[in-house]
């Protein structure tokens, strides 16, 4: 099941059977879901073989790929070449009895064609006109009007295509499948006596102890506990260059250790890695329809038929009404059978598509489905977060003031404590800078976040405040000397952290985030690509420009809650230009749902970016943004020109028929080169 023959075949043999729903499925993979009752799976694959194909039920949590069918031997094929093209040769030969090209010719048909007829005749017995149907009337056709030698050379040159398109296909399938082969199938396992063995992977369970030896592949996600080395991580997130890991660095499954030993404790079973979640990913998006895809799909279920009714015409009318030789019309008929097969328009699509996912995969760019692919070449916005994404979300505190007569060192105390109890970097910053000097931290109780504006507890039996201007403002605390002082630091670029406690502010902490390079490198290229660019934050917005300035941001918005910038986000939407937005897959999760594509930072080994995200950004590169913009600009480019391609070569024939020009072998080849050259077409994706 490779086809979308085969899929409409399935889709109305199941279509109308009791107790099946959902159908969902997935050619590339050859893979197909169904959700039915539970009396309802033998029905169902009893149904799917009385077509002709054989259901195997894959195992939950077992290995989900078809194994492939062993190879037909090739001497077959070969012996109806040859036999076809002596019949080809015996009818131009004078004097050779018609009984030698004939019996020629259907030992061809018997030797090569058997599979198609028997493929054509379920199809005819279920109401189906797939291209096998088509071939098959085509050349039992010929047959009936004597051309032998054409019909049998017609099924040969079918069979031999088959043959070429399903390896060309293969390879789309292994650039996806070669994904699997990344983690190694056995990891060396520290056992209870201390002792270490070598394990299949699937048998290594939670909190394991797993040793790495240079140059192997890491074959579970896991957390270093002793050992250092540098790892090659460019399966997993792209990055070309290794990275140094040491004692506490998280390791992924499918990476490889380049130089030094280490051992590593499991935080994933192999079914639950980052890499099988990327496949898992993947593999998903091969089986949803993009746009296009759909499109085809649907022209291609009235294009046939349609082309059907017209041979069908073709091959009575004219001899009824204007006297044209039966012979003629019927066999300018049959020409146009061959020609009504719509294989290279339909499989055009998913070939271009799911070679520009995997690309993508290789890349780091996990992609959720075809329709994102190709919604991306429209991108004409792109919103960023600020903190963790255009700068490393890692600021440092660089001043205080002092704003009372409070010691330094209990204020920064003070703070610190509060910080210690929030994920915000900015808080962890000031908690850094606290124990970096030394600063013992005291214990919080009552802690509260106050969202969008910091947090409270209490300290020492006393109720302190630590956030930003927006919070002093609600306190009623905002005193003009202190609005200068916020304006003065804000002005250079850093966020300003206000403690407060009932009555004053205590003092300013100025936290400042360095930018990534590779962010003005994006965005730069992006701007090549005429997208422009905004950035949202919550910090200031004297921070929000300066950043944006010392990046190349178009445009900057700061002092911004969730809800604003998901406000933001739908105001920008301008169909049918598309609006991106780019964050860490959590914090800004209403944001990224709005866009059109929600683009999610640094994503390996985070279950909730890989599941939330429309893309998934593996590493913290914002490079890989116009890098998708680029692959999804030439995934449409081949889609189009395939598109083109399979539906003008069919036009030029269609008008050769019916001039009478056409032959069945101009048909074939018309057909079936028409699909290798779209599928070659996608295949192009794949280069380096």
Known sequence: MDCPTEERLIRNKLGGMPGIGELDFNLMKRTLTVTHAPDALEPAITAIRSLGMEAVLLQKGGNTEIAEHDKAPWWPLALSGIAATLAEVMHWIDGVPPAFEII???????????????????????????MNALMSIAVTGAFLIGQWPEGAMVMFLFALAEVIEAKSLDRARQAVRGLMALAPEKATVCQPDGSWIEVSATEVSLDALVRVRPGERIALDGIIVSGSSAVNQAPITGESLPVEKVEGDQVFAGTINESGSFEYKVTATATNSTLARIIHAVEAAQGSRAPTQRFVDQFARVYTPVVFLIAIGMAVI??????????????????????????????????????????????GILVKGGAYLEAARQLAVIAFDKTGTLTHGKPEQTDFVNNSKIDKSRISAIAASLGARSDHPVSRAITRAAETDGISLSEVQDFAAIPGCGIRGQVDGLTYQLGNRRLAAATQLNAPELETQIDALEGQGKTVVLLMDNQSVLGLFAVADTVRDASRIAIAELHALNIRTIMLTGDNPHTARAIAAQVGIDEARGNLLPEDKLAVISSLASPPAKVGMVGDGINDAPALA????????????????????????????????????RIARKTAVILWQNIALALSIKAVFIVLTFTGNATMWMAVFADMGASLLVVFNGLRLLRK
């Open 318 to 363: 004219p001899p009824l009404a204007f006297g044209i030789p039966w012979f003629e019309a019927i066999y300018r008929a049959l020409v146009l059978l061959v020609i009504a097969c719509p294989c290279a328009l339909v499989i055009s699509t998913p070939v271009t598509i799911v070679s520009g996912l995997a690309t993508a995969a290789h890349h």
């Open 594 to 629: 709005q866009a059109d594509i929600g683009f999610a930072m640094g994503a390996a080994g985070t279950d909730t970016a890989i599941e939330t995200a429309d893309v998934a950004l593996m590493d913290d590169d914002l490079r890989k943004l116009p890098l998708f913009v």
């Open 104 to 130: 020629l010719a259907l030992l061809a048909v018997l030797i090569g064609g058997l599979p198609t007829y028997k493929k054509g005749w379920i199809a005819l017995k279920n109401r189906n006109l797939n």
